[in-house]
């Protein structure tokens, strides 16, 4: 996540969600971590929080977030596939809102998470971009995003910002801004 983001310009014009698995106890340790790598602002998510282009929204541990038309929606629902945050719920309810207007996008990781909310937001019009499983320190979350989403776009990690640089371009030709990634 820190590569990705490093490589991203502080101008970068589409807001970003990060949902990362983490112990309910978990301090704040992360979004220093990922300020610390990056121009953009990093903010933990409070319920009815903005989304804002610039900035990397971290969703909070022990809740699922919800992407609304514009702000987020935090719940205490009961945990999808033992997680909570779920980037399931996330993917889903980014697809639900933006339809065509949402990149997925999925990296490294030890479970399934994200392959059903990846499709998801593919079936609603939106584009799916996956970490190259080679490039992952842990492959099964990218290969099930990949088995779950074939026409998903494989990215090595030190490409992706460069791509989501060049998707950020060609959508402010298109649509001036309207685009969320998670």
């Known amino acids: ?10 101008t970068f014009p589409i807001p970003i969600v990060v949902v990362q698995h983490r112990g309910k106890d978990s301090e704040r340790l992360l979004s220093q971590l ?9 903010c933990e998510i409070e319920d009815k929080d903005v989304l804002c282009a610039g900035t ?11 992407v609304e038309s514009g702000y987020f ?12 945050p779920s980037i399931d719920v996330t993917f ?12 997925g996008v999925v990296l490294t990781g030890a479970n399934e998470d994200g ?10 019009g939106g584009r799916a971009l996956v970490q190259d499983p080679k490039t992952a320190e842990i492959p099964i ?19 992706l910002a460069s791509r989501l640089i060049e998707l950020s371009k060609e959508d402010a030709k298109v649509k001036a801004g309207r685009r969320t990634m998670v």
């Open 73 to 84: 929606s935090l719940t205490i629902e009961e945990p999808v596939r033992f997680s909570r």
């Open 56 to 66: 990397v929204h971290l969703a909070p541990a022990n809740y699922h977030l919800l």
């Open 141 to 159: 979350m990218p290969q099930a995003a990949i088995k779950a989403v074939p026409e998903a776009e494989v990215v090595p990690l030190k490409e």
């Open 1 to 10: 996540m820190t590569k990705l983001l490093g490589g991203l310009p502080e």
């Open 34 to 42: 990922l300020q610390d790598a990056t121009d953009l602002n990093v």
């Open 92 to 103: 889903t309810s980014a697809g639900d809102t933006y339809g065509a207007d949402a990149i």
């Open 115 to 124: 392959a059903r909310g990846l499709a998801h937001i593919v079936k609603r």
